[in-house]
């Protein structure tokens, strides 16, 4: 938790104001009553209804003997179901632990093991896979299959008080790819800052339409700004069941959706899928696309308005925290070229060397921030806090990034993800966002090799574009044409035709690594 110092600065600065998750919900059906807030499918919820479900399950729940401080493991996919679920744990001041429905038996297991969860809600068959089956790993956590909430509505008139905007309200997973996600602790009055700011930066109102595209439990789907920036705005939320062109291009037509949000990969397939049909979809309500979940390069974020129609949104965030996102109304160059500014006045930036000292403007460095709605540390993680963030409150993110003079932040990589050859280190998206320029080259990865003489190598994986022919001397060729110093300059290629992704569908280069490893020791 904060420091009572800066907790109080925050509170008179305006930043947490003391609203908690059923007041949010509470104040929209009173203002919005019978406009719909939830499109799923063929059904259409309105605020009110919403409201009323959620509290009724609430009832429920207490019922069932979840209350105050109770951990639920969470896993639902993008469907109407989900609200009702959260925002009646919400009122309950019960914690929901966001999984995301990728999860498995040791994913689950490990969070109801490690919050000891009293509750685990989830779906039946989903994408093929039967999550009932999922219940050995809940241990002694009371399975809630989606199908029989309606069954556990009740009065919500004998209902307790609810939380105050300081409790915990929930605990979502960090975005690490090595080892299970350690879990982040959220309260009611720093999130909905991010929540209530992002709607603002965003320019939410009561038409906007949001197509939650990505697992709606992820933070970039819940808040940036989301699900929940949209239910602060009055607007409307159309869920979508899966991300392919076939299935969110015509609802994006149908609802006259006005906003989404996708990661890189995504962005990638949606524009491929669009620029090769003839007769182009009715793409005309769409205002913003964003991107976020990872870095997205020049060159893809110049191809959105061209062949999407679109404004396109660069967001830089992470579920610890720090959200930063372009403007409406910044130039191309900014839009194109950075990856936003911090939501916050109050969000404290340092880019640093590796002895954590101040590099000099313009630098590359690691990405140190504090800020009024980024976490202090992670839950029952002592020994990981004393690394994870400094004596003084700055958590140390991970991210390598440049800051501009106009307080802009362009995204070099992953310190982890930096490949040091030879001692000469190597930024994987630098030499990725060259080879993303390249006629043939679709998507691509650069991650290390290990090698007994220079320590690492690096090696492209690559989607080729349909048709084409890549080859390893080509595309160093290629690269050497575009000036890229020789030690950037891939040792290998491997030519695949799609990438393993992680659960909210960035590349996974934990895998991509995994593989390389392994065709190394066969």
């Excluded at 060159?299 to 660069?314: D, E, F, I, M």
Aim: aromatic share 8%.
């Amino acid at each position: 938790m904060w420091p009572d110092d800066f907790a109080r600065r925050y509170r008179d600065l305006g930043y947490w104001t003391g609203q908690t998750f059923d007041d949010l919900l509470t104040t929209a059906a009173e203002r919005f009553g019978d406009r719909t807030a939830v499109v799923d499918g063929g059904r259409e919820i309105s605020y009110r209804e919403l409201r009323d479900r959620a509290h009724r399950l609430a009832a429920g729940f207490h019922r069932l003997g979840i209350g105050h401080g109770d951990r639920v493991v969470v896993q639902l996919p993008n469907e109407a179901e989900y609200f009702e679920v959260i925002f009646a744990l919400f009122r309950l001041g019960a914690l929901p632990v966001f999984a995301l429905p990728a999860h498995r038996s040791a994913e689950i297991g490990y969070f109801c093991a490690h919050t000891e969860a009293k509750a685990f809600v989830t779906t039946g068959v989903h994408e093929g896979f039967d999550h009932r089956t999922l219940a050995a790993a809940a241990g002694n956590a009371r399975l809630i299959v989606d199908e029989e909430l309606s069954d556990l509505y009740g009065d919500p008139a004998a209902l307790p008080d609810g939380p105050a905007p300081g409790d915990l309200a929930f605990l979502q997973l960090s975005g690490g790819s090595t080892g299970l996600p350690k879990l982040i602790p959220r309260t009611h009055d720093d999130y909905l800052y991010s929540v209530r700011a992002s709607a603002e930066i965003c320019e939410l109102e009561p038409d906007s339409v949001y197509l939650a595209v990505l697992p709606v439990a992820h933070n970039f789907t819940m808040s940036s700004p989301g699900v929940l920036g949209i239910l602060h705005a009055g607007g409307r939320i159309v869920l979508a069941p899966r991300p392919d062109p076939a299935t969110v291009l015509p609802l994006i037509a149908v609802e006259r959706v006005t906003i989404t949000a996708v990661v890189p990969p995504l962005a990638l397939l949606w524009l491929d899928a669009v620029a090769g049909m003839e007769k182009k979809p009715d793409l005309s309500s769409l205002r913003v696309l964003q991107v976020g979940g990872a870095k997205l390069g020049s060159t893809v974020a110049a191809r959105v308005r061209p062949v999407l129609g679109c404004h396109v949104q660069q967001v830089f965030g992470m579920a610890e925290g720090l959200v930063n996102y372009t403007r409406a109304g910044d130039p191309d160059e900014v839009v194109l070229n950075t990856q936003g500014r911090p939501i916050s006045p109050d969000d404290e930036i340092l880019v640093v060397d590796e002895h954590e000292q101040p590099v000099a403007p313009g630098e590359v460095g690691h990405l140190l921030t504090r800020g009024p709605y980024t976490i202090r540390g992670y839950w029952n993680a002592d020994e990981h806090n004393r690394t994870a963030f400094t004596a003084d409150g700055f958590y140390r993110t991970g991210d390598l990034v440049r800051r501009r003079p106009d307080g802009y932040l362009v995204v070099e990589g992953r310190a982890k993800d930096q490949i040091n050859r030879g001692g000469e280190k190597i930024a994987a998206e630098e030499v990725e966002n060259h080879l993303l320029t390249h006629p043939g080259v679709h998507d691509v990865a650069v991650v290390a090799v290990p090698d007994q003489y220079l320590g690492e190598r690096s090696c492209a994986f690559v989607v080729p574009r349909a048709g084409a022919t890549l080859t390893l001397p080509q595309l160093r060729g290629y690269l050497r044409e575009r000036g890229l110093a020789a030690y950037k300059i891939p040792d290998r290629l491997n030519v695949v035709d799609e990438f393993p992704v992680t659960g909210v569908g960035k590349i996974s280069r934990r895998e991509l690594r995994a593989a390389l490893s392994a065709t190394q020791k066969g």
